[in-house]
């Protein structure tokens, strides 16, 4: 990349970043190009869509929760390890208002940018789900697509909630332990 180019490059990245920190993932792309000091047209050509920006932005956040997860493997308590890295997802998740909504919009669609980049994070728990299974502490047919939704869902509802800081906590937590005796009343 010549470098005019990547300063473009990295000015919209930076951008990006802030105006999705500002106004969540649907900020108005016209305005980071214009922030940034470039045409729309150069945004595009860097970023054929939004998804592929948003995962030029969070990359880094991604291949911190990576290094998170593999840091986890050695964990003495498999399903411990699970949980602590389940709540990073949603930390992170948490943090841009509607990554949440989009991280579950493209779950549905393997040619979406947004999913290709999730692929690794799916791996990641994946290992750490097996490792968890394997020592009889999450049930066999559990599955990583259903913990990565359930972390998704969680961080929409902390999004809408945002006076409720202990929420996430409240909310995967319940996932966890489920409805203790709710079969004895349900009868």
């Known amino acids: 990349m010549r470098a005019d ?8 990245l930076s951008e990006a970043r ?4 500002q106004h969540g993932t649907d900020a108005s792309l016209e305005d980071i190009a214009r922030r940034a000091g470039v045409g729309i047209g150069t945004l595009y050509r860097h970023f054929p869509n939004r998804y ?13 929760l990576l290094a998170f997860s593999r840091e986890l493997l050695d964990a003495d308590q498999p399903c411990g ?16 208002r509607g990554l949440a909504r ?15 980049c999730s692929v ?17 502490a999450v049930r066999s ?3 990583i ?8 869902a969680i961080a929409l509802a902390v999004e809408e909630s945002p006076g409720d800081p202990a929420l996430a906590d409240r909310l995967l937590t319940l996932t966890l332990t489920g409805l203790k005796g709710a079969e004895s009343r349900a009868g």
Do not use: K
């Open 120 to 136: 690794p994070m799916r791996e990641a728990g994946s290992a750490l789900l097996v490792r968890a299974q394997q020592a009889g």
């Open 145 to 152: 697509a259903d913990l990565m939704q359930l972390t998704n």
């Open 102 to 116: 989009a991280l579950m919009s493209a779950s549905h669609d393997s040619s979406s940018a947004l999913s290709r």
């Open 81 to 96: 390890a699970l949980v602590r890295w389940l709540r990073a997802i949603i930390a992170h998740a948490s943090t841009y």
């Open 5 to 12: 180019a990547r300063r473009n490059y990295e000015r919209l």
């Open 52 to 64: 592929v920006l948003m995962c030029a932005v969070f990359q880094g956040e991604v291949d911190g």
């Open 18 to 21: 802030t105006a999705f920190t």
């Open 141 to 143: 047919d559990v599955e």
